[in-house]
């Protein structure tokens, strides 16, 4: 295969609310749905929907979550063979309450994403041969993450990490292990220690954390595109002129095209507008994995942008 991602699959539970319920406060919600996610499971479809043979390893639970979870990443193309089904526990859930205003309130149980382990690292090293790109996020332990990242950087494979969800006291043994880091700009903020708010203030980040060791940062900032630094140049990646529907899983669908541009050969500042290009198709549809985009579907979105320009 292409890419291998290490992380997380979850569920998402999610009810559509007119207002937050206070603590205490019980109310009558809108719309219910289940739909699956995690940032290792949305990263690997992101990629496996662009083309590039793509395997995720991980856990979920002996549960009926996990059946439609995995039967969920077959139907996209994802190779499942190193998902590991954990008769111990549940799979991991994500509850989210979203009221009229978008605004949301969210809690995570890892479920089987928290017992990832020894057996897991090993069936990433079988597979970390024949890999051009390693994915990696936070929402697996963070010592099985350093050590995938260790593995695939022996081996000359290409490690892109999402510090996300976001934490500050990431230790300095990471960095140097990182080829590209992707933090967005509030992630940015915390691991450089200041707000990132501008173009300016993610350059200033950005020399932050190459100078901790990381190969190649990239700054995703929404809107306003997206700021690489490394060691021979600084650039921005503008983003496409959509009308957002719904922002979940635009990150984690910025990182699969990435990996995918990268694996199938692209240049950096090519697999970068292809991984704007997918973030931004993927924000005009609701959903996290439903909005994630085809190839045939990314290709249509770019010719069509490209006459307009």
């Not at 890892?110 to 990433?124: E, F, I, W």
């Not at 994915?135 to 993450?145: A, D, F, K, R």
């Not at 630094?229 to 699969?256: H, M, R, W, Y």
């Amino acid at each position: 295969m292409s890419i291998i991602v290490f992380g997380s699959i979850n569920l998402d539970l999610v009810a559509r609310t007119a207002h937050i319920p206070a603590p205490g406060e019980t109310i009558v919600g809108q719309h219910f749905a289940t739909l699956p996610g995690g940032k290792g499971a949305n990263q690997a479809v992101a990629a496996a929907r662009l083309g590039l043979p793509t395997e995720l390893v991980g856990r979920v639970g002996s549960d009926q979550f996990g059946e439609l979870l995995l039967q969920s990443l077959s139907l996209s193309g994802v190779g499942c063979a190193g998902v590991t089904v954990d008769s111990t526990t549940h799979s991991g859930v994500a509850l989210i309450a979203v009221d009229d205003a978008s605004e949301n309130s969210i809690i995570v149980v890892p479920g089987a994403n928290g017992q990832v382990g020894a057996s897991d690292l090993q069936r990433l090293y079988s597979l970390l041969p024949q890999a051009k790109v390693l994915l990696l996020q936070l929402e697996l332990p963070l010592s099985v993450v350093i050590a995938a990242a260790k593995a695939a950087k022996q081996i000359g494979v290409t490690v892109i990490f999402d510090p996300a969800p976001a934490r500050p006291d990431l230790p300095s043994e990471l960095y140097p292990l990182i080829d590209i880091i992707t933090p967005n700009q509030i992630e940015a903020g915390q691991l450089a220690g200041f707000e990132v708010n501008s173009l300016a203030t993610a350059q200033q980040a950005a020399a932050v954390l190459h100078q901790q060791g990381v190969g190649t940062v990239i700054i995703k900032l929404g809107q306003q595109g997206a700021v690489c630094l490394n060691q021979g140049e600084s650039f921005e990646i503008p983003a496409f002129p959509v009308k957002a529907v719904d922002t979940v899983a635009a990150g984690d669908c910025f990182n699969g095209g990435l990996a995918a541009g990268l694996a199938a050969g692209m240049n950096l500042r090519a697999a970068m507008r292809q991984a704007a290009a997918a973030a931004a198709l993927s924000v005009t549809r609701a959903g996290a994995q439903p909005s994630l985009p085809t190839r045939a579907e990314l290709d249509r979105f770019l010719a069509s942008f490209d006459l307009q320009i």
